[in-house]
C-alpha cells in the first residue's frame, strides 16, 4: 500500500471544496461531492519524488513518524453541544497542526458559509453533516491557497508499492503502506498541503534557519514555524517578522509577505524575567527550529489578520482565540467592547470560554 496524489485545477477565483473519496481518511464521517475527484496521474510512490518529501519533512531519509503523528487525524467533538464545532486534539506534535485547522473551521462556520445565524450559538447546534463540510471546506481552502489559488493536491491511500527499500531510504509503514493505528489523517494532510505548495516553490520559501519542516523532539517530531505558516498564509516562511530580513551572516531571513486570513500570537517564558510574559521567539527552539539571529515578535500581518481569529503560542501549547464580529478586524470603535472566545484545545474544557 503507498499513497496516490489527486490534482483539482481551477481559476484564481473559485475556491473548491474537495470531494473525499470513500478511501480518505482525514476523518471519520460522511463523502462530500462539491467537485468531482480525478486522478493526475502523479503517484507519490516513485522513487526521487518520495525522497525529496522525506528530505522536506526530516532532513533525511530516514526519519520516521513516530506513534502520535500516525494516531493523529480531525475528529469533532459530539454534534450539537457546547464544543460541537471544536475539533479533539490529543498530545504530540500533530496538535499544532491540528489547531491550525481548526482557526480555519471557524472561519469557516462564521465567515464563509452561506449561513444566515452567524452567533456563536450557531456553533453548537452543528450537525455531523455541517462538522463534516466545515472540515472539507477548511481543509480545501488551505490547499489552495498553498497552490496560490490555481490547484490543489490530496493524497490518499493506494494499495500499491511503487518503490523498494534501499540503506539510505526507511519504509516506515505509512507512506508505502497506511498500516497501523488510526487513520493516519494529519500525515496524510500534511503531504497534501506540500504538494500542494510543490517541493520546487516550498524550498524557495524556506531559508537557512529552516531547511525542513519537522522538529525531533523528545522520540518525536515537532512542527516548525514555516508548517504553521504554511497552514495560515499558504507559505512556508520560516519567520514571523513582515516581510525580509538580513541576518549577521548576511543570509536572506523570509517572514510573512501578505496579511494572513487567520492571526498568530505567540508568548514564552522570558528566563531573566521570572514568570512575566513576552512575545519572543527565542524560548521556542522546539517549534521554531535553531536558534534565529533576530528576537523575533509577530507582525503587524499576523497579529492584524483579516478575520479576528488567532492561533495562539504559550510556550509551546496551541490554542485559538477567536471573535464572532469580523468587524473587530477592521473598525477600531468595535475595540472599545467586545467579547473574544477561548478554546485550548485541552481535554479538561468541557465548554467554550468567554472573555469580555
Known amino acids: 500500500m503507498g499513497f496516490i496524489c489527486f490534482l483539482f485545477l481551477g481559476s484564481r477565483e473559485k475556491n473548491p471544496h474537495v470531494e ?140 500499491d508499492t511503487y518503490i523498494a527499500p534501499t540503506p539510505d531510504y526507511s519504509l516506515d509503514g505509512l507512506a508505502e503502506r497506511f498500516k497501523g493505528e488510526g487513520s493516519h489523517g494529519v500525515i496524510l494532510f500534511l503531504y497534501s498541503l506540500i504538494f500542494s505548495r510543490t517541493l520546487e516553490r516550498l524550498q524557495k520559501d524556506l531559508d537557512v534557519t529552516t ?26 516562511s520560516p519567520n514571523v517578522f513582515n516581510g525580509c530580513e538580513k541576518g549577521k551572516s548576511q543570509d536572506i531571513l523570509r517572514g510573512v509577505l501578505t496579511r494572513s486570513d487567520i492571526g498568530y500570537l505567540q508568548w514564552g517564558k522570558d528566563p531573566s524575567e521570572g514568570d512575566r510574559l513576552s512575545q519572543d521567539t527565542a524560548s521556542y527552539p522546539h517549534c521554531c527550529g535553531p536558534p534565529l539571529l533576530f528576537d523575533l515578535e509577530a507582525g503587524s500581518m499576523l497579529k492584524t489578520p483579516r478575520y479576528p481569529i488567532w492561533l495562539c503560542n504559550t510556550s509551546g501549547n496551541y490554542s485559538v482565540l477567536f471573535c464572532t464580529n469580523r468587524q473587530l478586524s477592521s473598525d477600531w470603535k468595535v475595540e472599545r467592547l467586545f467579547d473574544l472566545h477561548f478554546y485550548s484545545g485541552q481535554p479538561s474544557q468541557k465548554k467554550p470560554v468567554c472573555l469580555t
Open 211 to 236: 531547511t525542513h519542516l519537522l522538529q525531533p523532539n523528545a522520540g518525536g517530531f515537532l512542527c516548525r514555524q514555516a508548517v504553521l505558516n504554511l497552514i495560515l498564509i499558504g507559505r512556508a
Open 20 to 159: 473525499r473519496p470513500r478511501s480518505q481518511p482525514w476523518s471519520r464521517g460522511e463523502r462530500h461531492r462539491d467537485i468531482a475527484a480525478a486522478p493526475s496521474g502523479v503517484r507519490g510512490g516513485r522513487g526521487q519524488q518520495k525522497k525529496k518529501l522525506r528530505q522536506s519533512l526530516f532532513g533525511n531519509t530516514a526519519h520516521d513518524f513516530s506513534y502520535d503523528w500516525k494516531k493523529a487525524h480531525f475528529k469533532f467533538h459530539g454534534p450539537l453541544s457546547a464544543l460541537a464545532f471544536t475539533l479533539e486534539v490529543e498530545t504530540g506534535g500533530a496538535r499544532s497542526i491540528q489547531m491550525a485547522v481548526q482557526g480555519s473551521i471557524i472561519k469557516y462556520l462564521l465567515f464563509t458559509r452561506k449561513e444566515k445565524d452567524r452567533s456563536f450559538r450557531s456553533l453548537c447546534e452543528l450537525s455531523r453533516r455541517h462538522q463534516e463540510q466545515a472540515l472539507a471546506g477548511a481543509l480545501a481552502g488551505i490547499l489552495w491557497a498553498a497552490g496560490e489559488a490555481q490547484k490543489a493536491t490530496v493524497c490518499l491511500v493506494t494499495e
